[in-house]
C-alpha cells in the first residue's frame, strides 16, 4: 500500500490522488508554500514539491525583474 508523502499514512485507491509520480491523499496535495489543496496535474513542481502555479512559483522561481508595473522616465544629465 503506497504512503501519502505529505502525511505518511497509506493512501487507499478510493481516496488517491496521483501527481508527480507519487500517491495523494486528495487534501494532501497542497502548495508547499500558500497551503491551497491543488488538483493534479494543474500545478507545478520544485524539487519534488508542489506549487500552485500563480502566484507561488512564479514569485519564488520564476524570471525576476521583469515587472511590467514600472515605468522608467529618462533624466537629462547636465
Do not use: I
Amino acid at each position: 500500500m503506497p504512503k501519502c508523502p505529505s502525511c505518511d499514512k497509506e493512501v487507499y485507491f478510493a481516496e488517491r490522488v496521483s501527481s508527480l509520480g507519487k500517491d495523494w491523499h486528495r487534501p494532501c496535495l497542497k502548495c508547499e508554500k500558500c497551503r491551497k489543496t491543488l488538483s493534479a496535474g494543474s500545478h507545478a513542481e520544485h524539487d519534488g514539491k508542489p506549487y500552485c502555479n500563480n502566484p507561488c512559483y512564479s514569485a519564488m522561481f520564476g524570471p525576476k525583474g521583469q515587472s511590467l508595473s514600472h515605468s522608467f522616465q529618462s533624466k537629462k544629465v547636465q
